[in-house]
C-alpha cells in the first residue's frame, strides 16, 4: 500500500533549538497536508493545512511563527518548531490527501508520528 | 464547534471476546464519520467510515452505524483477536465536497489489549 515516511521518528533536543520534521509521500502526490499534535492519552490536535505552494493555514492557537510549515512539493512537507520549549514536547503526526499516484483521489494516508523531547 | 467524545480505556478483553468501543459527536451540518487504527509503531490507518445516516461502515469484522438520533458511531467487533491490539480513534470530518473536508476531528483514542 501507499507509503508514508516522517523524519526523524524521534528525536531529542535542548531547549532553544529549533527541530525540522519532514514528511513524504513515498509513492503518490499530495496536494494537501495536515499536521497534528498528540499528547499523551490525548486526541489528535490540528495544527495547521498546507496546500503545495501557498502558505499554510494555521488552526486557532497555533503560533505560525514558532511552527513553520513549508509544503515545498507534491511529496514533500516540514514542520520546524522553533526554539522549542519543554512544552513544545508532543508527539507530531502529518496527514496526507492524495491527489495522484497509485491510490485513489481524496484518499488520506498518516505518517507514523514523530516523538519530540525537548529538554 | 465539531466536538468527538469517545470511550475511555485501557480495554482489556480475551480473544473471541465482543468488543464495543462508544463514540458520541456534537457537529453542525451532516458530518462524515471514521475509525481509525494504530497500531504499534505505525502510522493512523482508516478502519471504516460512514458518510451518512443509518450507515453502516465494516471491514476486518468491525462495525459501526451512524446513528444521528443519539449522535454515536460506536465501534463493534464480535471476536476480537490478538492481532487487534491498537489504539482506536473516532473521527468526524466534513461533508465531501465541503470547504471543511479533509479537516478531522478525532477522539482521544482507546487502548485495546487482546489476551490470547
Known amino acids: 500500500g501507499a507509503v508514508v515516511s516522517q523524519h526523524p521518528s524521534w528525536v531529542i533536543c535542548k531547549s532553544g533549538t529549533s527541530v525540522k520534521i519532514e514528511c513524504r509521500s513515498l509513492?503518490?502526490?499530495?496536494?494537501?497536508m495536515f499536521w497534528y499534535r498528540q499528547f499523551p492519552k490525548q486526541s489528535l490536535m490540528l495544527m495547521a493545512t498546507?496546500?503545495?505552494?501557498?502558505?499554510?493555514?494555521?488552526e486557532q492557537g497555533v503560533e505560525k511563527d514558532k511552527f513553520l510549515i513549508n509544503h515545498a512539493s507534491l511529496t514533500l512537507s516540514t514542520l520546524t518548531v522553533t526554539s522549542a520549549h519543554p512544552e513544545d514536547s508532543s508527539f507530531y503526526i502529518c496527514?496526507?490527501?492524495?491527489?495522484?499516484?497509485?491510490?485513489?483521489?481524496?484518499?488520506?494516508?498518516f505518517g507514523p508520528g514523530t516523538r519530540l523531547t525537548v529538554l | 464547534g465539531n466536538s468527538v467524545t469517545q470511550m475511555e480505556g485501557p480495554v482489556t478483553l480475551s480473544e473471541e471476546a465482543f468488543l464495543t468501543i462508544n463514540c458520541t459527536y456534537t457537529?453542525?451540518?451532516?458530518?462524515?464519520l471514521f475509525w481509525y487504527v494504530q497500531y504499534p509503531g505505525e502510522g493512523l490507518q482508516l478502519l471504516l467510515k460512514?458518510?451518512?445516516?443509518?450507515d453502516k461502515g465494516s471491514n476486518k469484522g468491525f462495525e459501526a452505524t451512524y446513528r444521528k438520533e443519539t449522535t454515536s458511531f460506536h465501534l463493534e467487533k464480535g471476536s476480537v483477536q490478538v492481532s487487534d491490539s491498537a489504539v482506536y480513534f473516532c473521527?468526524?470530518?466534513?461533508?465531501?465536497?465541503?470547504?471543511?473536508?479533509?479537516?478531522?476531528?478525532f477522539g482521544q483514542g482507546t487502548i485495546l489489549t487482546v489476551h490470547p
Open positions: 496527514r496526507l490527501l492524495a491527489t495522484s499516484g497509485r491510490v485513489s483521489y481524496n484518499e488520506q494516508f
Open positions: 509513492d503518490f502526490q499530495a496536494t494537501t
Open positions: 498546507s496546500n503545495e505552494g501557498s502558505k499554510a493555514t494555521y
Open positions: 457537529a453542525t451540518g451532516y458530518p462524515s
Open positions: 460512514a458518510t451518512k445516516a443509518d
Open positions: 473521527a468526524l470530518g466534513g461533508n465531501a465536497g465541503g470547504t471543511s473536508y479533509g479537516k478531522l476531528t
